[in-house]
């Protein structure tokens, strides 16, 4: 059965992301299930009466919009907020916890801790749904999402899909939905069930959140800009390099580099896409002068650059 779904035009994206920059999305819609979320890309619902479909070439799937860049020339296509956000044990497995891809990972900690299901306490900080998470095996204090999962189902073309982690290509930062990321749609993740002690999980919580809260700076941002450098068995933190090229405080149009994390690039008034991209390319440019080294973006680009 189709479900009707509501697609608007010339929709403003900044309200839909952390750095609250970019232009309009061509079509725009939102989803509250999997469901919706395999009808918005397999079929247009919110059909015109005159024209009986309508396909999009290209469809953009955005969570939290925590960890993108969209272009101040807008998306082409469909732009997709999900928001699809059950929580449930799987009847068939009691091992396993299932999530779809618009949830929050706060409330996926939540709800592994009060099922005692598995420490999530890493991640709960992170401004992300499971899905985008997922695509870019977020993580932090030596723990990623991908070591929690059982199994993720995709949507590929029109075809379901149920993938094992291994079949993911989960490294640092990465997975093959980076490069697949407009051909396989995130729609469930099962997580494992794990040993482990809730009061100790909720405690550890606590104390990376006020680390986070203390060593991070408030405002719009996406959070860290770049991956950490990889060096020889070592991972040197981005912020380093930036600090030491003397790039704190550095502003291009709205754009700053923060004073307290240097790995942060914050809209301080105003900024446009095009002022924060071009932040993020002097400071690669300035840190691979100084250093030799070549920093990589954490963020995704979006849209018409």
Known sequence: MEVELEIRKGVALKNYTSWRVGGEAEFFCEVHSAKELVCAITSYCGKDKKKKEKKFKKVTVLGSGSNVLISDKGIKGLTIINKAKAIYEDSQEENLLIAESGVNLAVL????????????????????????????????????????????????????????????????????????????????????????????????????????????????????????VSNLNALNPAAIYIDKAGLKGYTIGGAVVSQLHANFILNLRDATASDIKDLINYIKATVKEKFSVMLTEEVQYLGLW
């Open 109 to 228: 900690y939540k709800a592994a801790l009060n099922k005692k299901h598995c420490d999530l306490s890493a991640l709960a900080a992170i401004p992300a749904t499971v899905g985008g998470a997922v695509v870019s095996n977020a993580g932090a204090y030596g723990d990623e999402i991908s070591k929690h999962i059982e199994w993720i189902e995709v949507l590929s073309g029109n075809k379901l899909k149920v993938l094992k982690p291994t079949e993911c290509g989960f490294g640092y930062r990465k997975s093959n939905f980076l490069t697949f990321l407009h051909n396989d749609t995130i729609l469930r993740v099962a997580f494992k069930k794990e040993e482990f002690c809730a009061t100790k999980a909720e405690i550890k919580r606590k104390g990376y959140l006020e680390y986070r809260n203390r060593t991070q700076p408030k405002g719009y941002s996406a959070g860290s800009t770049f991956k950490a």
